[in-house]
C-alpha cells in the first residue's frame, strides 16, 4: 500500500487488508510506505489511527517508511493510491516485471475514471471517514479473491 507520505491513506489500507485477511486465517504481509521521506520513522496521522480504531482495527504500531526498488522483489501486488503515487512507483522500476505488480487499489472498486483514494491531511475528520469507507471497500473485494 503505497501513498505520499505513509501517514493517512496506505497506513489505513495495511490495517484494514491485514486486519481482513486476519480474520480468514491467511498468512499474507501486508505493509506500507511512502513515495515521499517527509515522515519517515513518524506513526500514522493521529486522525488515521482513530478512524481506524472506531473500525476495530489498530494502525498505531505502524512507523512511515519510504518506498524503494526492493519492495518489487518482497511484494507480489503494490497498491497505489492515486496517479502520482502510481507513476513515483513506476519510475523506481527496474523490469516490465516490476511495473506489472503496480495497480491503483479503487482499480478493485470499477467506479469509473477517477479511481484515486483522496487524501484527507489537509481536510477534517470527515475525509478520514470516506477514505476508510473506500478502502473498506476494495480490501473486501481484494480479500474475496484470496
Known amino acids: ?13 495495511e490495517g484494514v487488508l491485514q486486519e481482513k ?11 506500507s510506505a511512502g513515495t ?31 518506498f524503494s526498488a526492493t519492495d518489487f522483489d518482497d511484494f507480489d501486488i503494490i497498491y497505489a493510491m492515486d496517479g502520482s503515487n502510481l507513476s513515483d512507483i513506476v519510475s523506481l522500476a527496474r523490469s516490465n516485471e516490476d511495473i506489472e505488480k503496480v495497480r491503483l487499489i479503487l482499480d478493485e472498486l470499477n467506479i469509473g475514471n477517477n479511481n484515486y483514494v483522496p487524501d484527507p491531511y489537509y481536510g477534517g475528520d470527515e475525509g478520514f ?7 473498506d471497500a476494495a480490501c473486501e473485494i481484494i480479500t474475496k479473491e484470496m
Open 21 to 31: 485477511i486476519n480474520r480468514k486465517g491467511l498468512d499474507i504481509k501486508v505493509d
Open 1 to 13: 500500500m503505497v501513498c505520499l507520505g505513509n501517514i493517512c491513506r496506505s497506513p489505513l489500507a
Open 129 to 135: 471517514e470516506k477514505v476508510y469507507e473506500l478502502l
Open 36 to 66: 515521499g521521506s517527509w515522515h519517515v520513522g513518524q506513526g500514522p496521522d493521529l486522525r488515521a489511527v482513530a478512524i481506524a480504531k472506531k473500525y476495530g482495527v489498530d494502525i498505531s504500531h505502524q512507523q512511515a517508511r519510504q
